[in-house]
């Protein structure tokens, strides 16, 4: 390995004195002595330049698909090294909303091109999984031991790497905590292109720092994720308010019950804002069927807006007899409108794929490949009542182009240490504003409405903090991390010092000669 690397910083000498310092050089470079591919080909390129959000759109120079870490290592030692810089971002499966994953004039590295590396130890309970691995193969993987990841999203065709770099949440995060307070080591490319490994016990500024560290810190390659024994079956829950604070009332107290037995708690509270009736079958998840018909109508409040509580309950076959039992004594602590119970029963692979059921479906009709200018926060406990009134009942009007999420967290489940910011109460609420523009003009109104309700917040003095955040200045970033900007501006510093890693997130300029203004 180490007179494999002589050569290669040998070759790369010489090629740069040869081919100089044009854009090209560096991935001319990197064909040399790599497991995997470097690709300028037009389609390659074009993907890599594209993301979810189809909001924005920066072509890198070219894209890699890795064959090992130490290729990455590489590539980044690379861009590192070189006179004239170039930036690097990890692409997980481009479900960005504004081009957080892509890398203008840089080189893109396809994470997920490279499949199925989950290694399960059963006996410590844990998984070790390639970054670019795809959430639904670490559960296909884990199931074959009876075993299951404790903390999820609420889809699965997300990338490991992805999702860790942001916090990966779900209903389950009130009891879990999000997916990255459930890692126990990771392997992670930094900026200056050394493969580290990092926990609790080794280099552990670097493993808090990368964990909701928005990519900024170094590329994930692997990643050694906590298990627990799998259920085999979920009791699926919707009832329905038209009370807000009766509403927030009862997903508090369920959230409180965090850290009880199963016996005592729901193992997934989350929620859900109806303020247009054509919604209540959004595309998360089909649920209310015609043979247990809503009525909406003649439930809406005054102010014309529902809420809906959703909870699960998970049980093994062990357990079955007594389940429905269990969930009645909960249910009846609860104060939503009566007989407005809807239950499903499922797999548990079916309840957590249930989103990808209504992608199949929203896919066959064209209506997946849209732009979607979504807008996720998290709205502090004491004022959530407020952005009810103002948002949900006042700038939405009674057409929301999409689903509207809305559950509380806890904070004492986020580790403090992670780059991950929420604001500072200890319970607050995630608001998802999970929209599809079908043309532009919807596209315009959407993104005004979103505009419309930060200043919202800003002139109520609402201190939401955006997750997912999509930021254009560095003032804005600085006020994002509050009291984190000096620890991770530091931390930028001293593992990518030529700020090469995720450009697309705009915090930092790369410096970099191929870079411009326009790159912040
Ligand atoms: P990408 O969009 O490819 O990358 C995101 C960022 O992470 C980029 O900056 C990229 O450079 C960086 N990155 C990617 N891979 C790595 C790596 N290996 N190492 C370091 N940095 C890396 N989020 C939730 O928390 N809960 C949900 O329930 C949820 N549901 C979603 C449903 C849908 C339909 C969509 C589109 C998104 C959802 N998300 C959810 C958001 C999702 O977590 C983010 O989009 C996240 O970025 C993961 O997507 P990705 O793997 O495609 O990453």
Redesign the pocket.
């Known amino acids: 390995m180490a007179a494999t690397k002589f050569v290669l910083a040998f070759a790369i000498c010489r090629l740069m004195a040869t081919v100089g310092f044009t854009t090209v050089a560096p991935v001319d470079l990197l064909r040399l002595g790599i497991e995997g591919r470097v690709s300028m080909e037009r389609s390659d390129v074009k993907k890599a330049s594209a993301?979810?959000g189809k909001l924005t759109r920066e072509e890198p120079v070219a894209v890699m698909e890795p064959g090992s870490a130490e290729d990455v290592a590489r590539l980044v030692a690379a861009a590192y090294e070189s006179a004239q810089g170039f930036t690097v971002?990890?692409?997980?499966?481009?479900?960005?909303?504004n081009g957080?994953?892509q890398a203008r004039k840089g080189v893109v590295i396809e994470?997920?091109s490279r499949k199925r590396e989950v290694r399960v130890w059963k006996k410590g309970r844990y998984v070790d999984v390639w970054?670019?691995e795809l959430w639904i193969e670490v559960l296909t993987a884990t199931l074959e031991y009876g075993l299951a990841p404790k903390s999820?999203?609420?889809?699965l065709?997300?990338?490991?790497?992805?999702?860790?770099?942001?916090?990966?949440?779900?209903g389950q995060t009130f009891n879990q905590g999000?997916?990255i307070s459930n890692v126990y080591e990771l392997d992670v490319v930094t900026g200056k292109g050394e493969l580290l490994t990092c926990s609790e016990e080794r280099n552990t500024e670097l493993f808090h720092a990368?964990l909701g560290g928005?990519?900024q810190f170094?590329?994930?390659?692997r990643a050694r994720i906590a298990l627990e024994p799998a259920p085999h079956r979920v009791r699926w829950i919707r009832v329905l308010y038209s009370n807000f604070s009766a509403f927030t009332e009862d997903q508090e107290f369920l959230i409180s019950l965090h850290g009880r037995p199963a016996k005592e708690r729901f193992d997934y509270v989350e929620g859900f804002v109806i303020v247009d009736e054509g919604l209540i079958n959004n595309w998360r998840s089909s649920f209310f069927s015609p043979s247990n018909p809503v009525k909406i109508e003649s439930l809406k409040s005054d102010e014309g807006v529902l809420y809906c509580l959703e909870i699960t309950k998970n049980y093994h076959q062990d357990n079955a007899d007594t389940i429905d039992q269990e969930i009645e004594g909960m249910l009846e602590k609860l104060d939503f409108i009566p007989k407005t119970v809807f239950t499903t029963d499922l797999t548990y692979v079916e309840f957590l794929d249930r989103?990808h059921t209504a992608?199949v479906k929203m896919r066959s009709k064209g209506l997946w490949e849209v732009p979607?200018p979504w807008l996720n926060l998290f709205v502090p406990r004491s004022r959530v009542a407020d952005f009810d009134k103002g948002v949900f009942k006042g700038i939405l009007g009674n057409k929301t182009s999409g689903p509207i999420l809305i559950y509380p967290m806890n904070k004492n489940k986020w580790d403090q240490r992670s780059s991950a910011v929420t604001p500072e109460e200890e319970v607050f609420y995630v608001v998802a504003f999970?929209r599809s523009a079908v043309d532009s003009q919807a596209l315009h109104i959407l993104r005004d409405q979103n505009r419309q309700i930060l200043s919202f917040c800003h002139d109520a003095s609402i201190k939401v903090k955006q997750?997912?955040p999509h930021y254009t200045t560095q003032e804005e970033w600085r006020d994002h991390f509050g009291d984190k900007w000096d620890r991770f501006s530091h931390l930028k510093m001293q593992y990518d010092p030529r700020r090469i890693?995720?450009s697309?997130?705009r915090i930092f300029k790369p410096l970099t000669t191929t870079s411009s203004a326009s790159d912040m």
């Open positions: 993301d979810f971002s990890a692409r997980g499966h481009g479900h960005s909303i957080q994953a994470m997920s970054g670019g999820w999203t609420d889809y065709y997300l990338s490991v790497g992805g999702t860790l770099s942001n916090a990966g949440i779900s999000p997916q990368v928005l990519g170094g590329i994930i390659m989103v992608e979607h999970l997750y997912l890693l995720a697309g997130q």
